[in-house]
């Protein structure tokens, strides 16, 4: 028993002489921490507040600018304004036609036409365009200057002169009526015409034409290969020989 109460006496000394500053620091840590975070995370209390003047805020960083709302018909994509722009559902099925055509695909050409014209009767930019001409003149100007070495503008200008008799008073109404023309064209008699399948750069000049596009004056409704009226321009080339573009001999028909 006496040797039980000497060992805790002992025991007791011994943590009485321990220093007391460690525990004193582990006791008052947490403490001390509260206090530094309140001291970080708390204003100044000389700092201007949020409701402070615009003099006391002179000194402060610019806050951030609100993310702008994107205008009707546009919209943000990564930082950067982007333009809608609607899908031309005319222009589309106009390019389905032109595929048709130089595919020689008269089921696809229709269909693409009146998908077209339902596109422009909705609101679609455009004149309604028919397959058929399209392609017909498509034929006639690959049948005439099809060759590959031959100019875009001779192209143009073999077309123009179809779709100028068209227009004027001294031939047929329709493009077909004037290119089968007793006559007048003599590619149009031929078995293989019926079913020529046209050059894209064929298609895409007769597009163009069927567009409104022209080279030449409506005049000019006569095309061989010597002069026959008066002279508008020609077409020179060392393989097929020189090509003729004139003047109807009735200008007072044409404004």
Not at 119 to 146: N, Q, S, Y
Not at 154 to 175: D, I, K, Q, Y
Not at 219 to 248: K, N, W
Request: negative net charge; proline residues 8%; glycine residues 8%.
């Amino acid at each position: 028993m006496m040797k039980k109460q000497g060992w805790m006496l002992a025991a007791l000394c011994l943590v009485m002489s321990m220093p007391l500053h460690g525990f004193a620091e582990q006791s008052l840590l947490p403490e001390t921490l509260y206090v530094r975070e309140l001291r970080e995370t708390s204003p100044a209390p000389d700092a201007p507040q949020d409701d402070a003047p615009d003099e006391a805020r002179a000194g402060a960083p610019p806050s951030p600018a609100p993310t702008p709302v994107p205008e009707e018909g546009n919209f943000a994509l990564m930082g950067h304004r982007t333009a809608v722009t609607p899908l031309d559902m005319a222009g589309y099925y106009l390019g389905e036609m032109a595929e048709a055509a130089a595919a020689g695909d008269q089921y696809a050409g229709q269909e693409a036409e009146r998908c077209r014209d339902a596109a422009l009767a909705a609101g679609g930019k455009g004149e309604p365009l028919r397959f058929d001409e399209l392609l017909l003149l498509a034929r006639l100007i690959d049948a005439m200057a099809g060759s590959d070495w031959l100019t875009d503008d001779f192209r143009m200008c073999v077309g123009e002169v179809a779709l100028n008799r068209v227009a004027s008073p001294e031939f047929p109404n329709t493009l077909r009526e004037v290119i089968y023309q007793r006559g007048q064209y003599s590619v149009a008699s031929s078995p293989r015409f019926a079913s020529l399948v046209p050059r894209r750069e064929c298609v895409d000049a007769a597009l163009r034409l069927l567009q409104g596009e022209r080279h030449m004056v409506p005049a000019v409704v006569y095309q061989a290969d010597y002069i026959q009226g008066e002279l508008f321009t020609m077409y020179p080339d060392r393989q097929l020989g020189s090509t003729y573009f004139c003047l109807s001999d009735r200008l007072e028909l044409y404004p």
